[in-house]
T-cell receptor, first 113, second 115 residues
């Protein structure tokens, strides 16, 4: 069965510093991986996805993610954090058979000025 | 904007009442998903439609939950005889087709509180 894990409930970084939000996955076939962000009282917004190809995926708002097959990881990164990046981030994997997304528990990112 | 819309945004129900939650997907999107997000948790899959066909309802927690999409566009999630454990945010998402390549676009959700 497909699953993702986000080992950190919260990540704290200072504005201007690089940030990393961790995600590991477990799949039986090819991994189709996604990152979403959720602001308070709003739905999830798509950031980026890995389907195939380059291991470094670039997405919205300056975010990128690094796919590492040997470590089964798909960490979200940004070179310079903004206070406005503070939000709840979800990693997800697409289920091979049904198309549904299977989400991690989420990681709260707090960027301090 | 032509995003996914959901109504109502907030619903308070007394235990035992029936509720109906509406989702308007992005025009032309074939696939529609419903998810349930409990407080402090990630969204969990409920059910999936491709056009009007409900292809997967494996995530519906009980037979009190029912979803439909009769004309292949608007969808309604109905919960009968609501219980306190049904309190959650219900998210609707749509995508262009059932493919691993296409991201799902989410609505703002309906926050259901059962008293």
């Amino acid at each position: 069965a497909q699953s993702v894990a986000q080992p950190e409930d919260q990540v704290n970084v200072a504005e201007g510093n690089p940030l990393t939000v961790k995600c590991t996955y477990s799949v039986s076939g090819n991994p189709y991986l996604f990152w979403y962000v959720q602001y308070p009282n709003r739905g999830l917004q798509f950031l980026l996805k890995y389907i195939t190809g380059d291991n470094l995926v670039k997405g919205s708002y300056g975010f990128e993610a690094e796919f590492n097959k040997s470590q089964t990881s798909f960490h979200l990164k940004k070179p310079s954090a903004l206070v406005s990046d503070s939000a709840l981030y979800f990693c997800a994997v697409r289920d091979d058979y049904t198309g549904k997304l299977i989400f991690g528990q989420g990681t709260t990112l707090q960027v301090k000025p | 904007g032509a995003g996914v819309s959901q109504s109502p945004r907030y619903k308070v129900a007394k235990r035992g009442q029936d509720v109906a939650l509406r989702c308007d997907p992005i025009s032309g999107h074939v696939s529609l998903f419903w998810y349930q997000q409990a407080l402090g948790q990630g969204p969990e899959f409920l059910t999936y439609f491709q056009n009007e066909a409900q292809l997967d309802k494996s995530g519906l927690p009980s037979d009190r939950f029912f979803a439909e999409r009769p004309e292949g566009s608007v969808s309604t999630l109905k919960i009968q005889r609501t219980q306190q454990e049904d309190s959650a945010v219900y998210l609707c998402a749509s995508s262009t087709r059932d493919s691993g390549y296409n991201e799902q676009f989410f609505g703002p959700g309906t926050r259901l509180t059962v008293l």
